[in-house]
């Protein structure tokens, strides 16, 4: 049990830290995800928080649930902006999640 809550907060930490860093596209799979998943949010943390919904993310050639979260903004105004994935051709792209003012 120890070791899936600390892989759980490996992932979430290493998500925020790649969702904050921009738009960019990052990963790419030859096959769409699957549908999304669907859960309880709960209270947040404190004043101020926001929740970023779950995505898939294309690890090792197989799809990965990566959980939704609260954040707390980086600024004043700011909203997030989930990643999404696309067709682009024969290929799936995911844009990551970032904050927008």
Not at 6 to 35: E, H, K, N, R
Not at 42 to 69: C, K, L, S
């Amino acid at each position: 049990m120890k070791r899936k809550l600390l892989a759980a907060t490996f992932l979430v930490t290493s998500a925020i830290s790649i969702g904050c860093a921009g738009g960019a596209y990052y990963a790419s799979a030859s096959f769409g995800p699957p549908p999304p998943r669907y859960g309880v949010v709960g209270v947040a943390p404190g004043p101020g928080y926001a929740w970023a919904d779950g995505y898939w993310d294309w690890r090792g050639g197989n799809w990965a649930w990566v959980g939704g979260r609260w954040m707390h903004p980086p600024r004043s105004g700011a909203v997030w902006v989930a990643p999404r994935w696309h067709q682009d051709g024969r290929r799936w792209r995911r844009e990551r999640g970032y904050w927008r003012r």
